[in-house]
């Protein structure tokens, strides 16, 4: 699976728009890029993914740069309850195993 | 909506204990995958099972073994438990190992004490 790369830690205002970076320069052309967060020792909860085209969904918008090499997290308008450890994977669609990098901790403060 | 169940959420045994950490998946959710976040870690992978079979293996210790059953809930039985064990233990479940995309929906874990 490809290896990703997170800042490990972010600061977002309240309310503001929280945009986590991620790095996989050496994704394959049929691997998805997912995003989870773990928020304090609870399980780790899904956001969103993608293959190749933006996505959006209730909770976050993914950015795909058109290389694929990176992509971005858009949390619109967050909360104190988004901070959190945020996770980008990136796996083939059919392989069973996650492998948690060290994500970026999202800390959002008032 | 329906969640993952772990049981027990919490569990504190002494060295050279065994332990079994159960797992009981999403309805109609076929396959099932362990995780183990040490303190301060990231979780890693353990072990996956779909429909009743071992579907793939991380770094499960030869001390650890797990068996999804015929309703489809999984334990995970570990022996000769070290201080080293000490962690979170999450369970995950998945609507089908096959599937065009992986969303899997974690429980809330089985904190894990030896002493």
């Known amino acids: 699976d490809a290896k990703t790369t997170q800042p490990p830690s972010m600061d977002c205002a309240e309310g503001r728009a929280a945009n986590l970076p991620c790095n996989h320069s050496t994704i394959s052309g049929n691997e998805y890029v997912y995003w989870y967060r773990q928020i304090h020792s609870q399980g780790p909860q899904y956001i969103i993914h993608?293959?190749?085209n933006n996505e959006t969904n209730e909770m976050a918008s993914l950015i795909i740069t058109e290389d694929r090499k990176s992509s971005t997290l858009i949390l619109p308008h967050a909360t104190l309850r988004d901070t959190a450890v945020y996770y980008c994977i990136v796996l083939l669609y059919n392989f069973n195993k996650f492998y948690f990098g060290s994500g970026t901790k999202l800390n959002v403060k008032p | 909506a329906a969640g993952v169940i772990q049981s027990p959420r919490h569990l504190i045994k002494e060295k050279r204990e065994t332990a079994t950490l159960k797992c009981y998946p999403i309805?109609?959710?076929?396959?099932v995958y362990w995780y183990q976040q040490g303190p301060g870690q990231d979780p890693q992978f353990l072990i996956s099972?779909?429909?009743?079979?071992?579907?793939d293996k991380g770094s499960i210790p030869d001390r650890f073994s797990a068996q999804q059953f015929s309703d489809y809930h999984s334990e995970l039985n570990m022996s000769s438990l070290e201080l080293g064990d000490s962690a979170l233990y999450f369970c995950?479940?998945?609507?089908?190992?096959?599937?065009?995309?992986?969303?899997?929906?974690f429980g809330p874990g089985t904190r894990l004490t030896v002493l």
């Open positions: 309805p109609r959710h076929d396959t």
């Open positions: 995950a479940s998945s609507p089908s190992g096959l599937a065009v995309y992986n969303e899997q929906f």
């Open positions: 099972f779909y429909e009743k079979m071992q579907s």
């Open positions: 993608g293959l190749k």
